[in-house]
């Protein structure tokens, strides 16, 4: 192949086969051109994008414990949760807090926005922060079960150690608040 | 529904219908139980897992830039790919870090492992560190196409303010870069 320029080739699609649509994810395969002409397939899942916040309450973080079924183990993290169809990404975060915790929250701030796998999927993740929440009543989906915690830095650190918070966002939010005790900003 | 207890209901399968196996991704609908009794779906991405490396040279993170086709457009991260089957993640991490960029890790610690998107895919991508690296040839799959950059923090931010660096791995190794700074500690 020749030197590489400073300019990155795009993968123009040249056929894309709809294999899967459900009520979460889209699955299709596109066949796409590369820089010498021949071609390659990209496997590519389309989500609708997802809503999370991170909650601190009296110090603590608002965290909810629920089964995985792609990981075949319960798993603690943040709230988090699909877009509805147009919904605005704050509100979602709001909402989900709501229903897995109960909490309410009276103000949220978007701390980052990131894909969780851009090397097969679209899933754009917004994550919230917020230190300004009531409790109140949890408002599960009829297919949820979730046990809801709060849980101190220390006990943070000790879940990441067992392996019961080990997703992206979860981490993320983990680190955002060391960072905001050690410099007082949150990014 | 009755009072939640304090145990997780785990969700057991009735059916798992199997849609794709492609090169990279499996997707399969599982059929599970609901505590009630009810039946519900769960979408399921099977992904073979991924190695990435946070590789600091000369104060500087080393990073690629490279087009996202989930996503139509380039995007900036630290190097990363899939694992090739039985491979260790270690190694993974080190032959991605040489093959995209060039760089030859002598010594990588693991800083996190994490699933990407728990809801819907049970992809773990594994994050070494490294700050000891030496320069060295490029050796790209011949699908890949990528410009290898070697930026300061204060770039690092102004490309996650210019949503360039918008994945949750890279924002992950911006974090833990900004904790070392903060704290001397990684984590």
Chains 1, 2 share one sequence.
Do not use: C
Request: glycine content about 6%; hydrophobic content about 40%.
């Amino acid at each position: 192949m020749e030197k590489r320029s400073e300019k990155i080739w795009h993968e123009p699609t040249l056929a894309t086969e709809h294999i899967f649509k459900g009520k979460i994810i889209e699955l299709q395969v596109d066949t796409i051109e590369l820089p010498d002409g021949r071609t390659a397939t990209r496997e590519i899942v389309r989500h609708p994008g997802a809503a999370a916040v991170i909650a601190l309450h009296e110090g603590k973080l608002i965290v909810v414990e629920q089964y995985r079924k792609p990981l075949g183990k319960t798993q603690i993290e943040i709230p988090a949760g699909k877009l509805d169809p147009n919904e605005e990404p704050q509100l979602a975060a709001v909402r989900e807090l709501a229903e897995e915790t109960g909490y309410v929250a009276h103000f949220v701030q978007l701390l980052q926005k990131f894909y969780t796998s851009p090397g097969f999927a679209d899933e754009l993740l917004y994550v919230y922060f917020t230190d300004q929440v009531t409790a109140g009543e949890q408002h599960l989906d009829e297919d949820e079960d979730v046990i809801v915690r709060l849980i101190t830095l220390e006990e943070a650190d000790r879940y990441i150690a067992s392996g019961q918070i080990s997703d992206a966002k979860t981490l993320l939010a983990v680190y955002a608040w060391k960072l905001l005790q050690a410099t007082g900003k949150l990014q």
